[in-house]
């Protein structure tokens, strides 16, 4: 018998043997035909394995998993001021995370993470049982599934995302180190509070970076990642909050079993009650302003582009000092806010702001701004904003020109001591438009000197004399210190530009006059001290941040020279007396705009230049609206409110500084002369060319600013009596201004008594003391497209 025939003889006969079975038996397979197929399926489903493993690319993260908030912080570097952003997270590297931290998040997510290959089979097997035995839904996925979940895919429960899942993980757990996947998980968690990531979380539940966590509060936030909102002690219910505590110890017990803690550390360690819940740091307050400029300068500057910025994930400390931000909202609370009462004035009491910004001269740092009351109610950010004229505090520029140019086109030696013609509405003569700007009150001066001009802020002079430095000049000298070259009303074909049509932003005049303060030396104005971001992996990312350098703007003789101008604006006499009451060496300008529509004071220590601008705006049209009557006052002047505000702002940001004194050198060993009408003067108005002098040869000076420790040249408040021994006064042989044309107000500074803000109390007609104006005033014929300043 061949072998063919017996191979088929043992075929039949297993046959006939099966047939001869039960019916129910012959249902059954053989175990040939058992084995065969699952062998079978087993091939299938290991090439269907290998076939998914291949196709199943690891995605791009999703847009959630990478975004970050953006967190400002003040100069100090550790308090915030806000997080903008949709999703509360910051990404740390994983150096950055205590390792106590990182073990107690792998003791309670998964024990098996350093040596599972992103999946681990028994656990998801024995999740699987307990959860069909009633002992609760369990998802047995490793730390790398849930990485996968958080940062690749979604939260769906569904059966092809977790298949998904799966190999993505086995993926990942071979492409990247544990330490990168560890690092992953912690920053795309989400940890309750609105937390997203190990940093947030920290920030939320106790107040500290990540960094500064210990042992029990790494095992707490570890504890949470397994259910976050219910498990938070602090509004969680009392049976939840058994929960809590109960996984708080289980991590730290799988930290014993795994070797990562000793038991007497365990038994050391108690539980850490985090801190209450608190509201999310938002842009309410003075947040959105400062949040805003520090926005702008890093756009403006070319830091970073406006996509990358909002992009998030942003570290950024600003230049801002929180003792100098608060004390500047309180003085604009105290010295305006607190006497404003719309409700008894509504058509003049309502829609007044207020812009300021402080800087320091030697380094350009913007330390304070005041862009609004509150960002959450009015989100213009007023410290920015390009649209409201300077008018006189323009001044001190017309005269760094003057000095500049040194000689006037008629031949004329420029100092502080030249005289002009001080007749209010002289007209402006070699201005490329015509010109005939009043004084304030329509007061006639005489001939008097540029610096009794700038003291008493005399439109006529300025007008003329920025004319005579040449306007091209002028405007080049405002672009040298600071003031933005694309700012609206700086066109020299104007004449009106002399007094002021300028409209710098408070921070972009801050800037100039901080120039001025740091001796012609200028530093553009910054707010940023440093810029970082953290990115998955480790990868940080630091651009690179401008050289503040200051360039030399204008010859120090002639910065200095202005300084000591603007020295005797803060004096007895001068339209800044209000800010006598700093008592410290200071100089600083006022300044008022046509219609009243706008009032300034801008001034400056050794250590510090300010400026603050007071306006009115209708919030539906942001058409302006004149100051007269806010308050209750009939003007609104630089030298009041602005200055008020100035001042109270200056003594506390230098409250417990030393008082530093102002080292000048303007050319001069010699005190410089009077600042009061020549003797020359006339009340007779003599519109005619400036008056000549003959003996200034050199910029001048005043006496030399006196020896540490003698007393500062103003006192805290001006009094009634003679001015003390230091302070500029008339020539006792010149006759004084003439009487003013018109009634002035009560606010205008007084040459004996502080200026207040006070109700007016004199019946009508009753004399005041006059004060000369200190703002640009009004020309006979404006140029097109310029508003004059008064």
Not at 95 to 122: C, M, W
Not at 540 to 548: A, G, I, L, R, S
Not at 599 to 622: D, Q
């Amino acid at each position: 018998m061949t072998l063919s025939t017996r191979r088929q003889a043992k075929r039949a006969a297993r046959r006939a043997a099966r047939r001869a079975l039960p019916r129910w038996r012959r249902i059954l397979p053989t175990w040939r035909i058992t084995l065969g197929t699952l062998a079978a399926v087993l091939l299938l489903a290991v090439g269907a394995f290998a076939v998914l493993y291949v196709i199943v690319p690891v995605p791009d993260p999703n847009a959630h998993a990478v975004a970050q908030n953006n967190i400002y912080l003040y100069a100090d570097g550790t308090t915030e001021i806000a997080r903008t952003g949709a999703v509360n997270r910051t990404d740390v590297t994983i150096d950055q995370i205590p390792l106590q931290t990182q073990h107690a998040v792998v003791s309670a997510e998964d024990r098996t993470f350093y040596r599972n290959r992103g999946i681990d089979l028994k656990g998801m097997l024995r999740a699987g049982w307990n959860t069909l035995t009633g002992k609760g839904m369990q998802g047995g996925s490793t730390i790398t599934q849930q990485y996968v979940k958080n940062y690749y895919l979604t939260q769906d429960k569904t059966i092809e995302r977790k298949g998904r899942e799966l190999f993505i993980a086995l993926k990942v757990d071979q492409q990247r180190d544990k330490r990168d996947i560890l690092t992953g998980y912690l920053n795309s968690s989400y940890f309750g509070r609105g937390a997203y990531g190990i940093q947030s979380a920290a920030h939320a539940y106790y107040g500290v970076d990540v960094s500064a966590l210990t042992l029990a509060q790494g095992a707490y936030l570890a504890s949470l990642l397994q259910a976050p909102s219910s498990y938070d002690v602090k509004t969680a219910t009392p049976a939840n909050r058994e929960k809590a505590i109960a996984r708080w110890n289980y991590t730290l017990d799988g930290m014993v079993q795994l070797g990562f803690l000793t038991n007497a550390e365990r038994a050391a360690t108690t539980f850490p009650e985090p801190n209450d819940p608190q509201p999310a740091t938002g842009l309410s307050g003075q947040a959105g302003y400062l949040v805003g400029v520090a926005d702008d300068y890093l756009v403006s500057a070319g830091i970073i582009d406006t996509a990358t910025l909002k992009a998030g994930g942003w570290r950024i400390t600003t230049t801002f000092d929180k003792p100098k931000q608060d004390a500047f909202s309180k003085a604009v609370q105290d010295e305006l806010t607190d006497e404003l009462d719309p409700r008894t004035r509504p058509t003049t009491d309502t829609d007044v702001r207020v812009a300021g910004a402080s800087v320091e001269p030697a380094t350009g740092r913007v330390v304070a701004v005041y862009g609004g009351p509150d960002y959450a109610k009015q989100p213009y950010n007023d410290a920015l904003r390009q649209d409201n004229q300077i008018g006189s505090t323009f001044k001190p520029i017309d005269l760094a020109a003057g000095l500049i140019a040194q000689h006037a086109l008629d031949g004329t030696r420029i100092t502080p001591d030249t005289h002009y013609d001080g007749t209010s509405e002289r007209p402006v003569t070699g201005g490329p438009t015509p010109y005939a700007p009043p004084n304030e009150d329509d007061i006639d001066y005489g001939d008097i000197t540029l610096r009794y001009a700038m003291v008493k802020s005399v439109n006529s002079v300025y007008a003329q004399e920025g004319v005579d430095a040449g306007l091209a000049r002028v405007r080049d000298t405002a672009v040298k210190l600071g003031i933005p070259d694309n700012v609206r009303g700086m066109d020299p074909a104007n004449t009106s530009m002399t007094l002021g049509t300028a409209t710098p932003s408070a921070i972009d005049l801050a800037g100039a006059y901080a120039t001025l303060a740091n001796h012609g030396q200028a530093n553009a104005p910054w707010s940023v001290l440093k810029l970082e971001r953290v990115h998955t992996g480790g990868a940080v990312d630091v651009p690179k941040m401008p050289d503040h350098t200051p360039v030399d703007a204008i010859d120090r003789s002639y910065a200095d020279a202005v300084t000591d101008v603007l020295r005797d604006v803060i004096s007895l006499r001068g339209t800044g007396a209000a800010a006598l009451d700093l008592g410290r060496p200071a100089a600083g300008k006022t300044g008022t705009t046509d219609s009243n529509l706008s009032a300034w004071f801008a001034g400056y220590t050794p250590e510090l230049a300010t400026t603050v601008g007071l306006f009115r705006e209708n919030p539906k049209t942001h058409a302006k609206e004149p100051l007269a009557g806010t308050a209750g006052l009939t003007r609104i002047n630089g030298g009041t409110f602005p200055t008020q505000i100035w001042t109270a702002y200056m003594a506390a940001a230098l409250n417990g500084t030393a008082t530093q004194q102002f080292d000048l050198q303007t050319g001069r060993d010699t005190p410089t002369p009077s600042y009061s009408p020549s003797s020359s003067a006339t009340s007779t108005p003599r519109p005619t060319a400036p008056v000549p002098t003959t003996t200034a040869e050199e910029p001048p000076t005043s006496a030399p600013a006196p020896a540490p420790g003698t007393p500062t040249r103003a006192p805290t408040r001006a009094p009634s009596a003679p001015a003390p021994t230091g302070d500029p006064v008339p020539d006792p042989t010149a006759p004084s201004p003439p009487a003013p044309q018109s009634t002035p107000t009560q606010e205008q500074p007084s040459p004996t008594a502080r200026p207040t803000h006070t109700r007016p109390t004199h019946p009508p007609g009753t004399p005041t003391t006059p004060a000369a104006t200190n703002t640009p005033a009004a020309s006979a014929t404006p140029p097109a497209n310029e508003v004059p300043a008064r």
